[in-house]
């Protein structure tokens, strides 16, 4: 019996590249979303299926490790399947491959949240969709969820997060964060490939949002920190090849 995978391919649009033809990681995160959308659906338990439970799937962590530059014109397939959940988490990742290769992967972590009491939820909400759900133990990629963090960043950016930027739940999509971030670099900076970066989502960020992006360069890559007031709303590193 094969394993469950999700399997789609993707033709990359123009809008989806860099100023170096090579994909942005936002494309890519909203690649890996709409893949992610289209398993649970036929799992069911997508969108339609939790509304009528009161409940949504938010996200806490992405990590995405990209083995080469994905360019324009590749021809990308995504396959994507969940993890057994643990507890309140529930994990998902993504095989990207582009020509047959095998070119990043992705690992995502999430938490099952009711929108009465905004208590988290355990998989057992989600009833028969859980108990026959084919989950798939298996890792494309060694994830770390905790993301390195420096002492004392520098403010570089400051930005408010627009309506336009938002998903059905009036959040921050959770891939403008990765243009949000990277805005933070220049064009040489940019100009170098990606080994791999990791973003947590600590807290939500409606529309009218101001987020203060304070940065700081350590040894083994760039932390970056969004944060309102004094609150950190999320988490980010990365590292260069």
Same mark, same amino acid.
């Given at each position: 019996?094969?394993?469950?995978?999700?399997?789609?391919?993707?033709?990359?649009?123009y809008?989806?590249?860099?100023?170096?033809?090579?994909?942005?990681?936002?494309?890519?995160?909203?690649?890996?979303?709409?893949?992610?959308?289209?398993?649970?659906?036929?799992?069911?338990?997508?969108?339609?299926?939790?509304?009528?439970?009161?409940?949504?799937?938010?996200?806490?962590?992405?990590?995405?490790?990209? =083995?080469?530059?994905?360019?324009?014109?590749?021809?990308?397939?995504?396959?994507?399947?969940?993890?057994?959940? +643990?507890?309140?988490?529930?994990?998902?990742?993504?095989?990207?491959?582009a020509?047959?290769?095998?070119v990043?992967?992705?690992?995502?972590?999430?938490?099952?949240?009711?929108?009465?009491?905004?208590?988290?939820?355990?998989?057992?909400?989600?009833?028969?969709?859980?108990?026959?759900?084919?989950? +798939?133990?298996?890792?494309?990629?060694e994830?770390?969820?905790?993301?390195?963090?420096?002492?004392?960043?520098? +403010?570089?950016?400051?930005?408010?997060?627009?309506?336009?930027e938002?998903?059905?739940?009036?959040?921050?999509?959770?891939?403008?964060?990765?243009?949000?971030?990277?805005?933070?670099?220049?064009?040489?900076?940019?100009?170098?490939s990606?080994? =791999?970066?990791?973003?947590?989502y600590?807290?939500?960020?409606?529309?009218?949002t101001?987020?203060?992006f =304070? +940065?700081e360069?350590?040894?083994?890559?760039?932390?970056?920190?969004?944060?309102?007031?004094?609150?950190?709303?999320?988490?980010?590193?990365?590292?260069?090849?």
């Amino acid at each position: 019996m094969s394993l469950y995978g999700h399997k789609k391919k993707y033709e990359l649009r123009y809008s989806d590249c860099d100023f170096q033809d090579r994909l942005k990681p936002s494309a890519l995160l909203a690649l890996t979303q709409e893949s992610a959308g289209r398993s649970a659906d036929e799992l069911r338990f997508g969108y339609d299926d939790l509304k009528a439970k009161n409940v949504a799937f938010v996200i806490v962590n992405t990590y995405c490790k990209f =083995y080469k530059d994905i360019a324009f014109g590749d021809a990308l397939e995504i396959e994507t399947w969940p993890l057994s959940p +643990r507890r309140v988490f529930f994990e998902r990742d993504y095989c990207v491959r582009a020509n047959g290769e095998t070119v990043a992967a992705v690992a995502s972590r999430w938490c099952l949240v009711d929108f009465a009491s905004f208590s988290l939820r355990t998989p057992e909400v989600l009833g028969e969709a859980h108990e026959n759900c084919p989950y +798939r133990d298996e890792k494309c990629v060694e994830a770390v969820w905790k993301v390195p963090k420096g002492k004392e960043g520098k +403010r570089v950016c400051v930005r408010t997060v627009m309506l336009s930027e938002c998903d059905h739940y009036f959040h921050a999509n959770n891939t403008r964060y990765a243009d949000y971030f990277f805005d933070c670099f220049t064009q040489d900076e940019l100009s170098r490939s990606i080994d =791999y970066f990791q973003i947590s989502y600590d807290k939500q960020a409606k529309a009218g949002t101001v987020l203060e992006f =304070y +940065r700081e360069d350590l040894q083994e890559g760039v932390a970056i920190e969004a944060r309102c007031g004094e609150e950190v709303m999320s988490r980010f590193f990365v590292a260069f090849k």
